[in-house]
């Protein structure tokens, strides 16, 4: 049995990128956490504090309840501003990582990829890779980084590093478990041909199982292992 964390900058952003692949540590008696360092929503407002509260709490139900589905053992959420990760000391987000990963101990991390558009996703990568550095007596022996569609794909440019995956996970036994987890984010699962919804899941796991001969798969780059 190994301990499993994924470290996810929003609500939602634990489903899209890896919720098959931590179905199937669950079927596997694997023990999997969830941290959610973001409170969601309140950027879609012009300011934080006229956010919509009623809304952010509604959010915080559905990641519990979609946690439920995947069976996760616990999840915690940091309540970052949400978009203004850039606001914050890095060095606050590393010791909020730090603290999670010296309570659980995981031996596997999943995260953002470095390159994401979204700033919030690459402060993510920057402190779970600090606060993951092997000293002393880490526990952490491997960590990936998944995809996050509506944000990996849309980072053009020619200083942008693509996402370049390297390890495949079969998922066919969990996608559906992963499609039902996402129905659980009402407010940000969208309508087709929006990324996060339904039917591009499903192009993408076909996509990602294709390149490897399977019928579903989820990709990640491996950014670090240990044996």
Known sequence: MSRILVVAAHPDDEILGAGGTL?????QSDEVFALILGEGQTSRWSCRESSDKQAVEELRKDTLAAAE???FSNTWSADLP???FDTVALLDIVKCVEKYTALIRPEIVYT???EDLNIDHRITFEAVLTAARPIGDYSVKEIYAFETVSSTE???GSRSKSFCPNVFVDIEAFFERKCEAM???KSELCRFPHPRSL???DAAARRWGATVGKTYAEAFELIR???
């Open 154 to 156: 849309w980072n053009y």
């Open 69 to 71: 589905v995947i069976g």
């Open 23 to 27: 179905a199937r540590h669950v079927a």
């Open 82 to 84: 949400d978009n203004r």
């Open 225 to 227: 292992k240990v044996i």
């Open 112 to 114: 953002h990829h470095a």
């Open 183 to 185: 129905k659980e984010y």
């Open 199 to 201: 039917e591009m899941l």
